[in-house]
């Protein structure tokens, strides 16, 4: 063997190893076809039917007539496919800039919270001169309260994104506007459905290009801090002392970039139980940062030193766990606008790109560039982006916005092969808002320990969806533990994986399958799990509970559909016989009028 052999042996010895996940485009079987040139995307489940559904904004001032100009809501139909319920909901009054035209679209950001805690998620959308709330009526519809609740905005203000935050812990959701062309906007919630403006925390209000604002407890004293995405100016981070008051400590914390900041991503990328940020920029204007949190309220950027400072026009960006390791990756959109220049000259079109975390292969730091074997390279103008479990089959899929074309879904076609697996959480505050917003979420599974920030920021999104963890080969989380806004703290131990519960503030441990009204769902066993031919379900249930039970296969087509009654007994089985279907992984999902449970089962040769 020569030299040369032998150092091509030791390099591919040292290169990761783990194969790609591909993802598979999916957008016109899903029935998104007939939607195109959109600002934001935002989901959450706001019919309460177990799935996470879809609003996208609109990019142009409403045209009636023109498919290209509205708003939509998306209903998931839990089989892979949604609904477009816009006018049904109540959204056909479609909003129209009549007043200064705007640059970069009139319609702009999604924000889902449940301002009203009534268990139903509300939307504010952010515009143009004009904003918007709409109420969740509860039965599939949503009246516009934005007169009422004093939250119109005004009409030189053009806004781009909002946030949904507790400022002040009082249960209750309080709202900050990012707005581009003045004074930020900020509101405290009164609890009776009405707001009023912060003008005891004028700083607050400062006179940014603001694109993105974020929440988190960086002060670490249980109340949330702000993080402002500025463009051309220097970020900036906003302290919140006890609710009392606001200190600028952007320099003091060292997250004060100087870019033009326009997305914003909070996540714990090396597993040290400290939130990092990432902030994209224009690269050929200003590297993008990667804030690692040292701890103490103190950050250092590490982009450049991992190779994630290049998104290149970067706007929408997640971190999330794509391939089930433990570790979470990164994936930002851009996208030029029209004939723009940076130092005279113009700005390229780049694809997307996609950093797979090398964290748990390696045991070091670390990320590689895997847009291209993951499909996710596209070079069409995006700027929303959200990531979610469309599917319901426990892995997370990808949604793009984009202005000139229809939005992208993405379907992630993760294999289980029993190193894959996951759990979901999705909270429900009492002490704390409904929305659990502000929430932190820790588990330990096979050696691990997670952390995951429940906030739900977007570019121009805020989403209410559920806390997601891949956990690799481990099959029993040992301990999960629920640091609630409120400053309650929950512990629960050997739960299953590959399932998603719901967890309610102050829920005991048997309560893990509530519903959002507390009732009792529990004690859904399959055995055998895996198996070859036929699989049986036992529910534990009060006698007479009707039931409906789905199962649906990896790529989320319904198979079969029963509605059952529960036996004096309490205690339902019924089986399956899968007969020629084929191997793999199925979901199964039970629903009854007070709520759903869902999980996987697995089908062997």
């Given at each position: 063997?020569n030299h040369?052999?032998?150092?091509?042996?030791?390099?591919?010895?040292?290169?990761?190893?783990?194969?790609?996940?591909?993802?598979?485009?999916?957008?016109?079987?899903?029935?998104?076809?007939?939607?195109?040139?959109?600002?934001?995307?935002?989901?959450?489940?706001y019919?309460r039917?177990?799935?996470?559904?879809?609003?996208?904004?609109?990019?142009?001032?409403?045209?009636?007539g023109?498919?290209?100009?509205?708003?939509?809501?998306?209903?998931?139909e839990?089989?892979?496919?949604f609904?477009?319920?816009?006018?049904g909901?109540?959204?056909?009054?479609?909003?129209?800039n009549?007043?200064v035209?705007?640059?970069?679209?009139?319609?702009m950001?999604?924000?889902?919270?449940?301002?009203d805690?009534?268990?139903?998620?509300?939307?504010?959308?952010?515009?143009?001169?004009?904003?918007?709330?709409?109420?969740?009526?509860g039965?599939?519809t949503?009246?516009d309260?934005?007169?009422?609740?004093?939250?119109?905005?005004?009409?030189?203000c053009?806004?781009?994104?909002?946030?949904?935050?507790?400022?002040?812990?009082?249960?209750?959701?309080?709202?900050?506007?990012?707005v581009?062309?003045?004074?930020?906007?900020?509101?405290?919630?009164?609890?009776?459905?009405?707001?009023?403006?912060?003008?005891?925390?004028?700083?607050?209000?400062?006179?940014?290009?603001?694109?993105?604002?974020?929440?988190?407890?960086?002060?670490?004293?249980?109340?949330?801090?702000?993080?402002?995405?500025?463009?051309?100016?220097?970020?900036?981070?906003?302290?919140?002392?006890?609710g009392?008051?606001?200190?600028?400590?952007?320099?003091?914390?060292?997250?004060?970039?100087?870019?033009?900041?326009?997305?914003?991503?909070?996540?714990?990328?090396?597993?040290?139980?400290?939130?990092?940020?990432?902030v994209?920029?224009i690269?050929?204007?200003?590297?993008?940062?990667?804030?690692?949190?040292?701890?103490?309220?103190?950050?250092?950027?590490?982009?450049?030193?991992l190779?994630?400072?290049?998104?290149?026009?970067?706007?929408?960006?997640?971190?999330?766990?794509?391939?089930?390791?433990?570790?979470?990756?990164?994936?930002?959109?851009?996208?030029?606008?029209?004939?723009?220049?940076?130092k005279?000259?113009?700005?390229?079109?780049?694809?997307?790109?996609?950093?797979?975390?090398?964290?748990?292969?390696?045991?070091?730091e670390?990320?590689?560039d895997?847009?291209?074997?993951?499909?996710?390279?596209?070079?069409?103008?995006a700027?929303?982006?959200?990531v979610?479990?469309?599917?319901?089959?426990?892995?997370?899929?990808v949604?793009?916005?984009?202005?000139?074309?229809?939005p992208?879904?993405?379907?992630?076609?993760?294999?289980?092969?029993?190193?894959?697996?996951?759990?979901?959480?999705?909270?429900?505050?009492?002490?704390?808002?409904?929305s659990?917003?502000?929430?932190?979420?820790?588990?330990?599974?096979?050696?691990?320990?997670?952390?995951?920030?429940?906030?739900?920021?977007?570019?121009?999104?805020?989403?209410?969806?559920?806390?997601?963890?891949?956990?690799?080969?481990?099959?029993?989380i040992?301990?999960?533990?629920?640091?609630?806004?409120?400053?309650?703290?929950?512990?629960?131990?050997?739960?299953?994986a590959?399932?998603?519960?719901?967890?309610?503030?102050?829920?005991?441990?048997?309560?893990?399958?509530?519903?959002?009204?507390?009732?009792?769902?529990?004690?859904?066993?399959?055995?055998?799990?895996?198996?070859?031919?036929?699989?049986?379900?036992?529910?534990?249930?009060?006698?007479?509970?009707e039931?409906?039970?789905?199962?649906?296969?990896?790529?989320g087509r319904?198979?079969?559909?029963?509605?059952?009654?529960?036996?004096?007994?309490?205690?339902?089985?019924?089986?399956?016989?899968?007969?020629?279907?084929?191997?793999?992984?199925?979901?199964?999902?039970?629903?009854?009028?007070?709520g759903?449970?869902?999980?996987?089962?697995?089908?062997?040769?």
């Amino acid at each position: 063997m020569n030299h040369l052999s032998a150092l091509i042996i030791l390099l591919f010895g040292l290169l990761p190893t783990a194969s790609a996940q591909p993802f598979t485009q999916v957008n016109l079987a899903a029935g998104l076809g007939h939607i195109s040139d959109n600002n934001g995307v935002a989901v959450a489940d706001y019919d309460r039917d177990g799935d996470e559904d879809i609003f996208l904004t609109g990019y142009h001032s409403f045209v009636e007539g023109a498919d290209s100009t509205w708003n939509r809501l998306m209903r998931n139909e839990g089989d892979g496919t949604f609904t477009d319920v816009t006018v049904g909901a109540g959204f056909a009054d479609q909003f129209v800039n009549t007043l200064v035209r705007a640059s970069l679209g009139e319609k702009m950001g999604a924000s889902w919270g449940d301002y009203d805690n009534d268990g139903y998620p509300d939307i504010y959308l952010s515009n143009s001169r004009k904003d918007q709330l709409y109420r969740n009526n509860g039965d599939g519809t949503f009246t516009d309260v934005s007169v009422s609740a004093y939250l119109a905005g005004c009409d030189d203000c053009y806004s781009s994104g909002a946030l949904w935050f507790d400022h002040d812990r009082d249960g209750d959701l309080d709202l900050y506007v990012s707005v581009l062309n003045g004074p930020n906007l900020s509101y405290e919630n009164l609890g009776d459905g009405t707001f009023k403006v912060m003008n005891s925390h004028p700083l607050l209000f400062g006179s940014n290009i603001t694109w993105t604002t974020a929440a988190l407890d960086i002060g670490k004293d249980g109340f949330l801090d702000l993080y402002l995405a500025n463009d051309t100016e220097a970020n900036q981070c906003y302290a919140n002392v006890s609710g009392v008051h606001y200190n600028e400590t952007g320099l003091a914390y060292r997250v004060a970039d100087e870019g033009a900041g326009m997305g914003i991503a909070i996540g714990d990328y090396n597993n040290d139980g400290e939130f990092d940020i990432y902030v994209t920029n224009i690269y050929n204007h200003h590297p993008n940062p990667l804030y690692r949190n040292t701890g103490n309220r103190r950050y250092e950027d590490v982009a450049e030193q991992l190779g994630v400072d290049n998104t290149g026009w970067g706007w929408g960006v997640q971190f999330f766990d794509s391939d089930h390791d433990g570790d979470e990756d990164l994936l930002a959109v851009n996208g030029p606008v029209s004939k723009q220049y940076i130092k005279g000259i113009e700005q390229p079109e780049e694809p997307h790109y996609f950093f797979r975390n090398t964290l748990i292969e390696t045991g070091r730091e670390g990320f590689v560039d895997q847009a291209a074997e993951t499909g996710l390279d596209r070079l069409e103008r995006a700027r929303g982006l959200e990531v979610f479990d469309y599917d319901n089959d426990g892995d997370l899929d990808v949604l793009i916005a984009n202005v000139e074309s229809t939005p992208f879904l993405f379907r992630n076609d993760l294999v289980n092969e029993g190193d894959k697996n996951w759990l979901q959480v999705r909270l429900e505050g009492t002490k704390s808002n409904r929305s659990a917003y502000g929430t932190e979420v820790r588990i330990k599974a096979g050696g691990q320990t997670l952390y995951r920030w429940h906030h739900g920021t977007g570019f121009f999104a805020q989403s209410l969806k559920p806390v997601h963890f891949g956990i690799g080969a481990a099959t029993v989380i040992e301990e999960l533990q629920v640091t609630w806004l409120s400053g309650e703290v929950e512990t629960f131990y050997d739960i299953s994986a590959n399932q998603t519960i719901s967890l309610t503030e102050g829920a005991a441990l048997t309560d893990l399958g509530e519903d959002r009204n507390g009732s009792r769902l529990s004690g859904i066993t399959p055995y055998p799990n895996p198996f070859r031919k036929e699989v049986a379900l036992e529910f534990e249930l009060p006698a007479g509970t009707e039931l409906t039970l789905e199962l649906f296969s990896a790529s989320g087509r319904r198979i079969r559909s029963t509605r059952e009654t529960i036996p004096g007994s309490g205690t339902l089985l019924t089986t399956w016989n899968a007969g020629s279907q084929p191997a793999g992984v199925y979901r199964y999902r039970a629903t009854t009028d007070d709520g759903i449970i869902s999980g996987t089962i697995i089908k062997t040769e």
